[in-house]
Structures are given as structure tokens and as C-alpha cells.
């Protein structure tokens, strides 16, 4: 059982970058999916997830409007699209799969914004 993700890099502010989580082991579609991030110094904070149910989706009102989450079920893939990249967008991004009682974490990738 593996979560893997992509896609990160270094992008001007305004940028735009796509991150990718891609499971292996268990179907994604299941389970609940969430990316984090965390910045140096701070806090790990929720950035957006996407319902196993119904396909609803949640953001950080930080990221609102320029990230979107979506699945990519024929490849058991969850994507989040960012958009209007911004400084305070530096961290290392990490997706996760939830289901109970299982819970699954990506290594994680870095985005840097730069300005």
C-alpha cells in the first residue's frame, strides 16, 4: 500500500503547477482524499479534500478559487490544480487516504513559490 506524490517544483508567483497522488495497493476512489502542507516554522495545515461518498470538496479559505482538487479514478490518481501561486504557497505538499480504519500518507513534495 503506497501513496506517492508528484508534481511539485519551483514556480514564479502567479504560476500555476498540478500535483499528483497516486495510490498503489488500494483503489482511491474508496477513500477519502486530502492533501496538507506544512511550511517551515509552521504548522501542518489542510489544504483541500475530496469525499469518497459523493465527491464533494473542501478548501482552505487561503486556497479557495485557485487550488482544485479532483480524482482521476481511471488512473487511481487525485490531482490538485494550483493556480495563481503565491509565496505563502511555499511547503511540502502531502496527500492522504482515509478510510476507516485505514489512513494512508504520501512522502510528500515541494512546491516553492518564488517571488
Known amino acids: 500500500v503506497q501513496l506517492v506524490e508528484s508534481g511539485g517544483g519551483l514556480v514564479q508567483a502567479g504560476g500555476s503547477l498540478r500535483l499528483s497522488c497516486a495510490a498503489s495497493?488500494?483503489?482511491?476512489?474508496?477513500?477519502?482524499i486530502g492533501w496538507f502542507r506544512q511550511a517551515p516554522g509552521k504548522e501542518p495545515e489542510g489544504v483541500a479534500c475530496?469525499?469518497?461518498?459523493?465527491?464533494?470538496?473542501y478548501y482552505a479559505d487561503s486556497v479557495k478559487g485557485r487550488f482544485t482538487i479532483s480524482r482521476g479514478n481511471a488512473k487511481n490518481t487525485v490531482y490538485l490544480q494550483m493556480n495563481s501561486l503565491q509565496p505563502e504557497d511555499t511547503a511540502v505538499y502531502y496527500c492522504?487516504?482515509?478510510?476507516?480504519?485505514?489512513?494512508?500518507w504520501g512522502q510528500g513534495t515541494q512546491v516553492t513559490v518564488s517571488s
Open positions: 492522504n487516504a482515509y478510510r476507516w480504519p485505514s489512513h494512508y
Open positions: 475530496i469525499s469518497s461518498s459523493d465527491g464533494r470538496t
Open positions: 495497493g488500494f483503489t482511491i476512489e474508496n477513500y477519502a
